[in-house]
T-cell receptor
Framework: GAGVSQTPSNKVTEKGKYVELRCDPI?????LYWYRQSLGQGPEFLIYFQGTGAADDSGLPNDRFFAVRPEGSVSTLKIQRTERGDSAVYLC????????????FGPGTRLTVT | GDSVTQMEGPVTLSEEAFLTINCTYT??????LFWYVQYPGEGLQLLLK?????DKGSNKGFEATYRKETTSFHLEKGSVQVSDSAVYFC?????????????FGQGTRLTINP
């Protein structure tokens, strides 16, 4: 079946611009996670949704970052006033439920801020 | 907070060699432990996991044992193949607010030469 998909696969933007990154989870998965992976590092947790609500946003680095999941399926990560330090691969993962469920990762969106 | 430390790479081996990638963790509770693999051009995939002390996870000839006394979860394989070339990430799950947030190590790039 279809896995987690993310669009775009690559995004180049200028410093100060606004970007949106989209995640389509596996159908029926209620839990959705966003991670950020900088070059040469492991992924770092950003935010977790259970259904429509952001149950844990403790990993968002500052208030320029925001994410939504209005219908409990597709999620959008929004970054305002992008900075060069935001350049990274943004990964989305979904799981069947929140507890003790394997997380399935998408291929990621590579964001480059020039 | 919780953290994971992995053996630094890159690691280069010949086919059929024995593989060990070291992983140690720091955690306040009793996390679950994971190894994820990222093959070239693909997304992160769960390789194996262990949920409690002395559990052994295994998959595709890889094994790792949850050692609480040494806070370790080393990845081993008896005879590696060229197709095992990938980046390997050790991770633990922090269970909080219903989420299974993953905390990753920095990754170890493995190259197997024929």
């Amino acid at each position: 079946g279809a896995g987690v998909s993310q669009t775009p696969s690559n995004k180049v933007t200028e410093k100060g611009k606004y970007v949106e990154l989209r995640c389509d989870p596996i159908s029926g998965h209620t839990a959705l996670y966003w991670y950020r992976q900088s070059l040469g590092q492991g992924p770092e947790f950003l935010i977790y949704f259970q259904g429509t609500g952001a149950a844990d946003d403790s990993g968002l680095p500052n208030d320029r970052f925001f994410a939504v999941r209005p219908e409990g399926s597709v999620s959008t990560l929004k970054i305002q006033r992008t900075e060069r330090g935001d350049s990274a691969v943004y990964l989305c993962a979904s799981s069947l439920s929140s507890v003790a469920s394997e997380q399935y990762f998408g291929p990621g969106t590579r964001l480059t801020v020039t | 907070g919780d953290s994971v430390t992995q053996m630094e790479g890159p690691v280069t081996l010949s086919e059929e060699a024995f593989l060990t990638i070291n992983c140690t963790y720091t955690a306040t509770g009793y996390p679950s432990l994971f190894w994820y693999v990222q093959y070239p051009g693909e997304g992160l995939q769960l390789l194996l996991k262990a949920t409690k002390a002395d559990d052994k996870g295994s998959n595709k000839g890889f094994e790792a044992t949850y050692r609480k006394e040494t806070t370790s979860f080393h990845l081993e394989k008896g005879s590696v193949q060229v197709s095992d070339s990938a980046v390997y990430f050790c991770a633990l799950s922090e269970n909080g607010q219903g989420a299974q947030k993953l905390v990753f190590g920095q990754g170890t790039r493995l190259t197997i030469n024929p």
